[in-house]
């Protein structure tokens, strides 16, 4: 009577561990699919950029920003960026070769008690860019802005404006890129 007990606890005991081992195989497997698929922008080189923010806006916007959702997360103590396109689509008088520009400033503190000039120093690169010559229809300009978030920063949500300039001094268009920092 004991022998046959113990069996059946052993084959159970089988099927338990048979089955345990499958459920992570395909855990692992949905993990690695998961993260392989995405392409974190901190990782991506110029030319990356400048192709996945091409495909997503295509040839007819003045001023983009990636991710095209305008909103990024970041995380106290972790990096972060975001790309900003700007294409010459002058016309008329003022088309042919211009110089073009940005800059980033706060559009809106949101939820932050921080001052101002701390959230720009969050920007590590890109923070403006000096003026380069485009050509009407030209390759756009393509630039990373990096972010660094210190260990203990408080947890809140603001918005950057990104004003970009031709001339030196004509605005040409105005983006916009929400940052939530978490935990």
Known sequence: MKKRGSIEMSIGTIVVIVLSMSMLILGLVLIRGIFSGATDITEMTSNQLNDQVSKLFGEDKKLSVYPDTNSIEIKAGEKGAFAIRIKNLLKGFESGEKKFSYEIGIADLGNCNIEEERLLRLITT?????PTSV???GEPIVRKVSLEIPEGFPLCSFSYKIESFYDETQTYATEFMDVSINA
């Not at 890109?126 to 000096?130: D, E, K, P, R, V």
């Open 126 to 130: 890109g923070g403006s860019f000096l």
């Open 135 to 137: 050509a009407t229809g």
